[in-house]
């Protein structure tokens, strides 16, 4: 795989985030090369969880209100029940989310995540997976769930839970780096 260092990556989460759901997949992604960002809705920092349990903060590096889409190429959205509970409901998350979705970029998304392709009406048609308990949202909404590790619909890498993440990172940067080699991602400022 290419190194992906004219990449930049958005990492949207906020308080309630699945812990191993955002620091393993940003581990992956700095280590072949990507610039990554966590967006959050305020400054500061946001509150990581193990499952129920409170673990670490992690740092914010923007706001969404400074954060553009266009500045990014790639979104990941880990999950964590409350995370996505809280985030979904926010028009601004919806439509940033939507954005990249729009442009085809790619989208890394899991657990409870799907929620936020739910919520901003982008399931239809689509074939994905995520958390056991969000299985009916995501069939309401029109979409194909199934029980995988993970699943690869497009531009789109969706997958269950913590223990999926090695599935998971590893379609998350073949995703990137397929991207990158069709020459559809600009270089980063």
Known sequence: MAQLNKIRAAVFAVDGVEESELTEPVKAL?????QVEVISLKPGKIQAFKHHDKTFKIN????LNEAAPD?????????????ADAARIEPRVREFVRSFE????PMAVICHAPWLLVSAGLVKG????????????????????VDREVVVDGNW???????DLPAFIREMLKAISDYQSRGRLEKAA
């Open 60 to 63: 914010v590096d923007r706001t």
């Open 157 to 163: 890498v969706t997958s269950r839970k913590p223990s």
């Open 30 to 34: 700095c280590d072949a090369g990507v």
């Open 71 to 83: 500045d990014y190429q790639v979104l990941l959205l880990p999950g964590g029940a409350l995370n």
């Open 126 to 145: 689509r074939t994905l997976t995520g958390y056991k308990t969000i299985e009916d949202d995501i069939r309401n909404a029109g979409g194909n769930w």
């Open 102 to 105: 729009l442009a085809g970029k």
